[in-house]
């Protein structure tokens, strides 16, 4: 998950709330204005995420050969943004991942677009708390809540004093501030994959789990591939980044160096976590890290300090989504809009203590979500599109979006499936 927008000439990385705060008039996005360089930056920034830290773990769930699925999702994904291109320029009046859905299946098919994309932002925001509770609980194992006769152990303290921190940042309607700072999003994930390095050689961890991996693990198979999909969760912003993109016709070579840049990062940090840890990495990388090392300390303050940035940008769409649900009169009562803010806050509280698996969370997003808005929507917005535009598709093309279309389908029935079932069992024994 990540930002987007063009602001006054200035770059920003991108984010899905764009195409919300751009309908309230508080944040502008400039047409045409964006160069090729700064198209990569932000879709790369658009791209890398909570993956970062996941990769690892998601390689030792499939073991060894599962990165070939990761290199699939990679063809895939870079073909449906390839798609989504297309579906632009069928029709100039396509601005934001939404039109595309109605353009293609009238209202009902930007209802359901939009869905994909709040129950996305929802999900990934939810993790941002998991995450937080999880990095500062490793640091600080010895907080925790104790008043009033209850004691709240120091995971579940911190994702509760976390969400007490943000929800001030939720309460304001001008995010412009937080699109500057977050562009220093890639930075982060390079220095995220440069701590790991300075930890595994420098300081004592080294690189030799490898007598622990697996070559092949088809149980972990379907947590894999989810996890791998969740990595690339972010076509709904790439119409935002085409309109914004001064000279369109290099959008797709500025989009496919953002995944390789992107697929890069992942593989790396995959597999060099996966040679440090063997199957007992973590859900999240820097829950295996030695705190007391300086290395681990710089990769777990980054993972920490990003979601502060991030977070109430990313919920914004969701904000104002819930808001507009109610009656118009409602919407000017500052009251009322706080209200809704905590209480939306406080349900994410709820979610990230009653399921705080953060593992498995990812991997239900990246299945339902990521599967549904990454392969499945683009491609058959593009076959209704150039369908009704009577635009001739090579036979070999409409197979290969087929393929793709079976394949998210078959990402979303197994991943959801095995997500489900570790999330119940964990309950279970928790």
């Known amino acids: 998950m990540a930002m987007e927008g063009e602001h006054s000439g200035s770059t920003s990385p991108p984010t899905p709330a764009l195409e919300v705060l751009e309908a309230n008039n508080e944040l502008s996005l400039v047409e045409g204005n964006t160069s090729f360089f700064k198209t990569f930056f932000n879709g790369a920034n658009a791209i890398l995420g909570n993956g970062v830290l996941l990769v690892p773990y998601a390689l030792a769930s499939g073991g060894w050969l599962s990165l070939i699925l990761l290199f699939t999702i990679f063809i895939f994904v870079t073909y449906t943004g390839l798609l989504i291109k297309r579906c632009m320029e069928a029709d100039q009046s396509i601005k934001h991942y939404s039109d595309i859905g109605e353009h293609a299946f009238g209202k009902i098919g930007k209802v359901v677009v939009s869905i994909v994309l709040y129950a996305d932002l929802y999900m990934a925001t939810t993790g941002f708390l998991i995450l937080e509770g999880d990095n500062l609980h490793s640091l600080f194992p010895r907080v925790a809540i104790h008043a009033l006769g209850i004691s709240i152990d120091g995971k579940s303290s911190f994702i509760i004093i976390m969400a007490i921190i943000l929800l001030p940042t939720v309460l304001l309607d001008n995010l412009s501030i937080f699109a500057y700072i977050s562009a220093t999003g890639c930075v982060a994930s390079l220095l995220v994959l440069g701590s790991i390095i300075w ?61 390789a840049f992107s697929s890069f990062i992942y593989v790396s940090m995959a597999i060099l976590g996966y040679l440090m840890f063997g199957s007992r990495v973590e859900s999240q990388i820097t829950l295996n890290l030695p705190t007391h090392k300086i290395g681990s300390k710089i990769a777990i303050y980054v993972t920490v300090i990003t979601p502060l940035v991030k977070y109430a940008l990313l919920l914004k769409p969701v904000v104002i989504t819930t808001e507009s649900s109610f009656p118009s009169k409602y919407m000017k009562n500052v009251f009322f809009k706080i209200v809704i803010r905590a209480v939306l806050v406080a349900t994410q509280v709820i979610v990230a203590l009653a399921l705080p698996f953060f593992g498995y969370l990812m991997a239900l997003a990246g299945a339902v979500l990521g599967a549904t808005g990454s392969l499945t929507i683009p491609c058959l917005c593009y076959l209704k599109i150039s369908s009704n535009a009577k635009i001739n598709r090579r036979l070999v093309e409409s197979i290969y979006i087929w393929v793709i279309v079976c394949s998210s389908i078959l990402i979303l029935v197994s991943g959801t499936y095995t997500s489900l079932v570790n999330i119940v069992h964990e309950i279970m024994h928790k």
């Open 199 to 259: 930890v595994g050689a420098l300081e004592g961890v080294g690189f030799h789990q490898a007598q622990t991996t697996t070559l092949l693990n088809w149980k972990g198979i379907p947590t894999a591939i989810s996890l791998y999909m969740l990595c690339y969760t972010s076509h709904p912003i790439f119409p935002t980044l085409y309109t914004s993109m001064q000279k369109k016709h290099h959008f797709f070579k500025a989009l496919l160096l953002s995944f």
